[in-house]
C-alpha cells in the first residue's frame, strides 16, 4: 500500500506563481524526499528531508515537515514553464523501504 | 558512463516467456530498488538489496525474482511473464537520495 499520499493530484498555474503540493503518510519515518518525473523520463531527486528537521531550502524549492501531523509540504515558488512535471513525495522508513505516492501533476503555463 | 543505467529500454513479450531486466550503478551504492510504475499507483517498490547477496521483498515482489551476486548488478526476473506485469520498471541506488534509471518499459502481449 502506498505510505504517502500527494495533495492535490493534479494543480495548473501560470508561470510566475508559487506551487505547493502537500504529502502525508502514516507511518513513522526516518526521512521523506521529494521527486520530479517529467513525461517519459525517469525520476530526479530534488530534496531530502530528515524526520528531525523541520525546513529545507534548495533553489527555488522549500520543503516542511512537520511528524506530529504526518505530513511534508514542497513549495516551488516563482515557478517556470520548465517546472511541468509530476511531483512524488516518497517516505524512508527505518528499515530502509521506501514508499512513493501516486504524485501531482503539475503545469505551469506561460 | 558513472550513474545507473537499465537494459533494455524497451521489451515486448509474450504471456509465459521469461524476461530479465538488468541494472547497473557505477557509485558502489550498497543499495539498490526496483520499482514499477503504473497509472493511478505511483511506484511500487517490488525488491530490494541492501548489499551484495542480500535482498528482500518490496511491496508487491509476486511474479519477480531478484540476484545481486555483484554489489554494481541488480536484474530483475520475471519467470513467466504476466499481462499484469505490463509496465515501467525503475531501478534506483541510494546514496543520500535514491538515483534512479531510465526505466524499462515492458509490454507483456
Known amino acids: 500500500s502506498q505510505q504517502g499520499e500527494e495533495d492535490p493530484q493534479a494543480l495548473s498555474i501560470q508561470e510566475g506563481e508559487n506551487a505547493t503540493m502537500n504529502c502525508s503518510y502514516k507511518?513513522?519515518?526516518?526521512?521523506l524526499q521529494w521527486y520530479r518525473q517529467n513525461s517519459g523520463r525517469g525520476l530526479v531527486h530534488l530534496i531530502l528531508?530528515?524526520?528531525?528537521?523541520r525546513e529545507k531550502h534548495s533553489g527555488r524549492l522549500r520543503v516542511t515537515l512537520d511528524t506530529s501531523k504526518k505530513s511534508s509540504s514542497l513549495l516551488i515558488t516563482a515557478s517556470r514553464a520548465a517546472d511541468t512535471a509530476s511531483y512524488f513525495c516518497?517516505?524512508?522508513?527505518?528499515?530502509?523501504?521506501?514508499?512513493f505516492g501516486a504524485g501531482t501533476r503539475l503545469t505551469v503555463k506561460p | 558512463d558513472a550513474g545507473i543505467t537499465q537494459s533494455p529500454r524497451y521489451k515486448i513479450t509474450e504471456t509465459g516467456r521469461q524476461v530479465t531486466l538488468m541494472c547497473h550503478q557505477t557509485?558502489?551504492?550498497?543499495?539498490m530498488f526496483w520499482y514499477r510504475q503504473d497509472l493511478g499507483h505511483g511506484l511500487r517498490l517490488i525488491y530490494y538489496?541492501?548489499?551484495?547477496?542480500?535482498?528482500d521483498k518490496g511491496e508487491v515482489p509476486d511474479g519477480y525474482v531478484v540476484s545481486r551476486s555483484k554489489t554494481e548488478n541488480f536484474p530483475l526476473t520475471l519467470e513467466s511473464a504476466t499481462r499484469s506485469q505490463t509496465s515501467v520498471y525503475f531501478c534506483?541506488?541510494?546514496?543520500?537520495?535514491?538515483?534512479f534509471g531510465p526505466g524499462t518499459r515492458l509490454t507483456v502481449l
Open positions: 507511518t513513522s519515518i526516518n526521512n
Open positions: 538489496s541492501a548489499a551484495a547477496d542480500i535482498t
Open positions: 557509485w558502489s551504492h550498497s543499495y
Open positions: 516518497a517516505t524512508v522508513l527505518n528499515n530502509n523501504d521506501m514508499r
Open positions: 534506483a541506488s541510494s546514496g543520500g537520495g535514491q538515483f
Open positions: 528531508i530528515r524526520s528531525n528537521e
